[in-house]
């Protein structure tokens, strides 16, 4: 189980019909409406690309209003790092997430983000919350709309120098994985530049293809043969709520969560003069780094101490929350990448987008570093 770490302070998944049924979600958000009101929460209402999710987010925030809570409607499908943004630009107390994040298709569900949960709860009601009507048609009110993803974008190119890219020609394929965060990386990497960022996977789809919308439960075919047979210089495959990510090279090889953590964390030692500690999965066994018998040598090139081989997501919720002291990147195993000096939550979409400005500061050659971080890995003796 990963542990969250601006924690999903309460959370409920189920499959579809026969126990993600709009019974239950009502009674679930009346008992979190009268936890909210009580405390006085205004509350923030964000949705993915799953069957009818604009359609149950909508009767979420009509339940929640009929309580009395302040509240805001996501304006459209918004990964959680966007949602997380928000409530960092205080956009509401808490946001309850219409969604089973990287889970199969047949499964829904509503988590709650906040980080002090005391006196909330998602369990049903002991009794019926009154009736709402389920908006079948019709448009939800303006006033209680708020785009999320433009802010988020904003943000975002703040934090990367995304001319680098765009000045150096690369070819960039993009994997949306049908979920929220198509569009984002073709509208920042392609604005009057010369690079291309190609985007697959793209158009909402709420069966995600038929599989787990998660880059590392994906067999991501397509995404490696166009990386490999168009000769392009790096594939991106992001998950479905934007916050697990795969590196695809050249040679259509995906890099195992640990290998994309090292590369990363050695880029923003070198560029940025970043430091902290590193929070990486133990690769996996079929890994060409499996072991990493060199970790003593990479971590004295590059000043960085690696930690949370075992359990990285529980030693990244206690760095985060008891010793207050962020990683330079923290990963789990699916490929959820924490960016500590800029969020501290998992964001696939910054982590691919400082990806790209690796490959582009290193002349295009994303298979040149991971050879030469391999061979450091590996190296037997000196």
């Known amino acids: 189980m990963i542990v969250p770490y601006r924690p999903y302070a309460l959370a409920w998944q189920a499959i579809y019909a026969e126990g993600f049924t709009l019974d239950q979600i009502r009674r679930r958000t009346a008992t979190l409406a009268v936890g909210l009101v009580s405390r006085g929460m205004s509350c923030l209402?964000?949705?993915?690309?799953?069957?009818?999710?604009?359609?149950?987010?909508?009767?979420?925030?009509?339940?929640?209003?009929?309580?009395?809570?302040?509240?805001?409607?996501?304006?459209?499908?918004?990964?959680?790092?966007?949602?997380?943004?928000?409530?960092?630009q205080r956009v509401a107390d808490c946001a309850l997430y219409v969604s089973a994040c990287n889970q199969s298709y047949i499964y829904n569900g509503?988590?709650?983000?906040?980080?002090?949960?005391?006196?909330?709860?998602?369990?049903?009601?002991?009794?019926?919350?009154?009736?709402?009507?389920?908006?079948?048609?019709?448009?939800?009110n303006p006033d209680s709309t708020r785009d999320l993803r433009g802010p988020y974008l904003d943000a975002l190119?703040?934090?990367?120098?995304l001319d680098v890219v765009r000045r150096n020609?690369?070819?960039?394929?993009?994997?949306?994985?049908?979920?929220?965060?198509a569009g984002m990386l073709p509208t920042l990497l392609g604005e009057g530049g010369q690079t291309r960022a190609i985007e697959i996977n793209r158009d909402p789809d709420p069966l995600f293809g038929r599989s787990a919308p998660d880059p590392f439960a994906s067999s991501l075919v397509r995404l490696k043969k166009l990386v490999r047979e168009s000769d392009s210089h790096l594939g991106l495959a992001i998950s479905a709520d934007g916050t697990a990510l795969a590196l695809v090279d050249k040679h259509g090889e995906q890099l195992d969560p640990a290998e994309t953590a090292l590369l990363l964390a050695a880029y923003?030692?070198?560029?940025?003069?970043?430091?902290?500690?590193?929070?990486?999965?133990?690769?996996?066994?079929?890994?060409?780094?499996?072991?990493?018998?060199?970790?003593?040598?990479?971590?004295?090139?590059?000043?960085?101490?690696?930690?949370?081989?075992?359990?990285?997501?529980?030693?990244?919720?206690?760095?985060?929350?008891?010793?207050?002291?962020?990683?330079?990147?923290?990963?789990?195993?699916?490929?959820?990448?924490?960016?500590?000096?800029?969020?501290?939550?998992?964001?696939?979409?910054?982590?691919?987008?400082?990806?790209?400005?690796?490959?582009?500061?290193?002349?295009?050659?994303?298979?040149?570093?991971?050879?030469?971080?391999?061979?450091?890995?590996?190296?037997?003796?000196?």
């Open 45 to 88: 209402v964000a949705y993915d690309t799953r069957f009818m999710g604009a359609l149950f987010a909508r009767d979420v925030e009509a339940v929640l209003r009929s309580y009395g809570v302040r509240v805001a409607l996501a304006a459209a499908p918004t990964p959680l790092p966007a949602v997380h943004h928000a409530l960092d």
């Open 110 to 140: 509503l988590a709650l983000i906040c980080n002090d949960p005391s006196g909330l709860a998602l369990d049903p009601h002991s009794e019926a919350p009154p009736p709402q009507p389920f908006p079948l048609s019709g448009e939800p």
């Open 157 to 161: 190119q703040s934090i990367v120098d």
């Open 169 to 181: 020609s690369l070819t960039i394929f993009v994997d949306a994985m049908n979920g929220t965060t």
């Open 268 to 382: 923003l030692v070198r560029q940025y003069r970043q430091r902290g500690p590193l929070v990486v999965p133990a690769p996996a066994a079929d890994s060409p780094v499996a072991g990493l018998p060199r970790i003593g040598a990479w971590e004295e090139n590059t000043g960085l101490r690696i930690e949370g081989l075992n359990d990285p997501a529980q030693r990244l919720h206690q760095m985060i929350f008891h010793e207050r002291n962020p990683p330079i990147i923290g990963a789990t195993p699916n490929g959820q990448l924490i960016v500590g000096r800029y969020a501290l939550y998992p964001d696939a979409i910054l982590a691919g987008l400082l990806c790209a400005e690796l490959v582009a500061r290193s002349g295009g050659s994303l298979r040149t570093l991971v050879e030469a971080q391999r061979e450091q890995l590996t190296k037997v003796g000196g």
